[in-house]
């Protein structure tokens, strides 16, 4: 269970800084990342497994760590049409907005007008 918790909630950071920041180029970059999060998530399983982690505090710790690793490296890295990473675009005030999380589902090739994208989407400011 927690092998696929960790690989749900890595893509799910992912996808989140995928549709945050859609102007997002290089394909190779994205192939190796989604391979490194799926490597990540079986590290993290096998390091619960090894250490024994009784407690639950040292579980969460451990997988909020990695999840805190992936956004962090994605927001370093990910490669931007601007030049800029999402990190860089976040710290000079450029905030997800509406328009850019529809553009960033599309992206994915998930339908913005969807149910669940559009929720998603409803839930970033217009503006």
Known sequence: ????????????????????????TGQIYHVLVLSAIAGGSVLVWFLDKILDLGSGAAK?????????????????TMPQKSGKPPIEQWMQGVRPTRDTARRGFDRLGVNPGGPVASRVVDLFPKR
Not at 3 to 23: E, K, N, W
């Open 60 to 76: 969460v710790g451990l997988e909020l760590s990695f999840l805190l690793t992936i956004a962090l490296f994605l927001g370093y």
């Open 1 to 24: 269970m927690a092998l696929i918790r960790s690989l749900l909630f890595g893509m799910g950071v992912y996808g989140l800084i995928a549709v945050c920041y859609p102007d997002w």
